[in-house]
């Protein structure tokens, strides 16, 4: 690959450039254009950009220097809007360059954000399950100790029930605010966005509609791909958990097959196998060709 730099090139053209200067003094119009070059090429920002835009002005100049005196007005035209395009061209390739750098930094900083709010989730559940854990023990010792009278051991396992209940809540909430904060991260890491999930008794449930499947094929399409990648990635942001990838057999397509075809790309991603297990299931629908169960 030649990685010379696109400056070096005008090397030639810039000798000959300087050679033509004194054949331009008594030239204002192509002094100018010769200032404006020069100026293009002492910024520190403009210098190595539009080099082949540069070069054409260095001729266009070049080639009204040397032009005779009939032709030069045309001449002079010319070498005008090869300047300007060079200094406009140059002008944009530095504009592009600073949108990129800022577009990069703006990812870089939304990802670590998002990546910060996913362990501050992470710690908020972790703390309400060491509360639990330890109401669950105070709540055993009330019991035990009012095993001897009847009214006070249903009164303390009515109010059991109540803390349970509530801290229960509690915690379901947490999970869902790090499976929403994790959701975030995954789709902002692949580039796709996830299918909509809800959450049941066996965990959270991804449903897959049959356009994330070639029609009447098991493989999956472009978009099917994109939707592994992301799911991947979530699974990714919650190392702790496994997904149940289901099949539904439509027509031709087999749901044991989709479900593995799905299992593969998740795998292909960066999941082990191991956190990954196949299922299938009649009887499909376009809406719902494939589940994926999350669970810890």
Do not use: H
Request: charged content about 30%; glycine content about 4%.
């Amino acid at each position: 690959m030649n990685t010379t730099r696109p400056w070096l090139r005008l090397a030639p053209l810039l000798l000959a450039f300087a050679c033509l200067q004194a054949l331009a003094a008594d030239l204002p119009e192509v002094q100018a254009l010769n200032d404006r070059i020069r100026a293009l090429d002492a910024s520190p920002d403009l210098r190595e950009m539009a080099a082949y835009e540069r070069m054409q002005a260095l001729r266009a100049v070049q080639v009204a220097t040397e032009a005779k005196r009939r032709d030069r007005d045309n001449a002079l035209y010319v070498a005008q809007r090869r300047v300007e395009i060079a200094e406009t061209a140059a002008r944009g390739d530095l504009a592009r360059r600073q949108a990129n750098a800022l577009d990069q930094d703006r990812t870089a900083l939304l990802l670590e954000a998002s990546r910060r709010d996913a362990d501050r989730a992470r710690q908020e559940s972790e703390r309400l399950r060491v509360q639990a854990q330890i109401q669950a023990e105070e709540a055993e010792q009330l019991r035990l100790a009012a095993e001897a009278e009847a009214q006070a051991r249903t009164d303390a396992e009515a109010a059991l029930s109540s803390a349970a209940g509530q801290q229960t809540a509690k915690i379901s909430a947490a999970r869902q605010r790090d499976a929403k904060l994790a959701r975030q991260e995954a789709e902002l890491v692949s580039g796709a966005k996830l299918p909509a999930s809800k959450f049941e008794t066996r965990g959270e449930v991804f449903t897959l509609g049959s356009a994330l499947y070639q029609s009447g094929k098991t493989a999956l399409t472009a978009d099917g791909k994109s939707t592994a990648s992301a799911l991947a990635a979530y699974l990714d942001a919650t190392p702790k958990a496994k997904a149940r990838i289901v099949g539904f057999s439509e027509g031709d397509a087999d749901g044991k097959r989709r479900a593995e075809q799905l299992r593969d790309a998740i795998a292909a991603a960066g999941v082990p196998k191991s956190r990954l297990t196949v299922a299938a299931q009649p009887k499909g629908t376009k809406a719902k060709a494939a589940e994926v169960v999350i669970s810890e």
